[in-house]
């Protein structure tokens, strides 16, 4: 990781811990009455979503302001995109406007690496779900929350850990990025679909792939569901609804076969029914609501140390002395 974050394979261990043991700190934040730090005053950043999205777009703006950053939501719906203008126009607008950092959310996989490895901007790009290719702070807050219930303590990873994660892999953006970081921190990950939604290519990934739900649910620490993607499909990737829900879908029959101590996690938003039932979703194992404030401190942690000039493990830059301690 060095002045970007673009992809969870560029993390290494050392500096997904930083990232996670740092958003465990900023956590405590939540519980203040006053719930800001001055670490980002005077510094911009501009949240650049080619595509709809409520909890992440949310999510940053909550982490930015908490952070004391001016903050610009840029949406191409009725902006110069729509009129036909190009990412390296908008790019090279929001330069001119000073931007410190932006935050980019695009349907075209690879559009956040282009913003990074252009000259377009000087500030950080940070990757907020690009297409079916990635969406590094999903994972890391993903992690974090695994850490959380799994092995707490800074400093500590998710090694010998067993995580599966169900449903639409082929679409998801989530799976990806999970995969890489997950196998960084030690974990070992098995997704489950059917064949159909499966990527070409995935016995290269670092995982295990089965078909039977049922078969791995015994020997699971912590089980993903994902979202059945149906705006990415254009075809039938599988029979029926029900036929999906009877095969892959999480019922309380199912979270009874999971160990004591296993949780159930989805990235949201749920299709209640299909990938998850209402008895599921609202159980107290299901820490769909935590993940989302577990979202709010990692992306506080990512741009305090992206901003604030933190020393990653293969980042030569020296830290900011003044910014760090302002945050404290």
């Avoid at 075209?108 to 950080?124: H, I, K, N, T, V």
């Avoid at 959380?148 to 082929?170: E, Q, S, Y």
């Avoid at 609501?289 to 604030?308: F, K, P, T």
Wanted: glycine share 6%; hydrophobic share 40%; proline share 5%.
């Amino acid at each position: 990781m060095k002045r970007h974050l673009v992809s969870a394979a560029d993390l290494t261990r050392d500096d997904a811990l930083l990232i996670l043991d740092t958003a465990e700190e900023l956590a405590q934040l939540s519980g203040r009455a006053v719930k800001k730090l001055p670490t980002l005053r005077g510094r911009t950043v501009v949240n650049l979503f080619f595509e709809d999205s409520t909890r992440t777009k949310t999510s940053f703006e909550v982490a930015e302001k908490r952070l004391s950053a001016d903050v610009i939501n840029f949406s191409a719906k009725g902006s110069s995109v729509s009129k036909g203008e190009s990412l390296k126009d908008t790019a090279l607008t929001l330069q001119a406007m000073g931007a410190d950092a932006v935050v980019i959310r695009h349907h075209a996989s690879g559009a956040p690496a282009r913003l990074a490895q252009s000259d377009w901007l000087r500030g950080s790009v940070i990757n907020a779900g690009d297409g079916t290719h990635e969406h590094p702070t999903q994972a890391l807050l993903d992690a974090f929350t695994m850490r959380r219930h799994l092995n707490p303590g800074n400093g500590r990873d998710l090694a010998g850990r067993r995580i599966t994660i169900v449903g639409d892999v082929l679409h998801s953006r989530v799976a990806r990025s999970n995969v890489h970081l997950l196998t960084t921190l030690g974990a070992e990950v098995t997704f489950v679909a059917p064949p159909t939604l499966m990527p070409i290519g995935i016995e290269n990934w670092p995982c295990q792939v089965s078909y039977d739900l049922d078969a791995v649910l015994p020997k699971t620490d912590a089980l993903m569901m994902l979202r059945v993607q149906r705006e990415r499909m254009n075809a039938a990737f599988f029979p029926t609804e029900r036929e999906y829900s009877r095969r892959y879908g999480m019922d309380g029959i199912r979270m009874a076969q999971l160990p004591e101590h296993a949780i159930v996690m989805h990235p949201g938003p749920m299709v209640r029914g299909m990938e998850i039932t209402a008895e599921v979703a609202d159980s107290p194992r299901c820490t769909v609501v935590e993940q989302v404030a577990n979202g709010v401190s990692v992306r506080m942690a990512v741009l305090y140390l992206l901003l604030g000039g933190a020393v990653f493990a293969d980042n030569a830059e020296p830290a900011r002395t003044e910014t760090n301690e302002a945050a404290q």
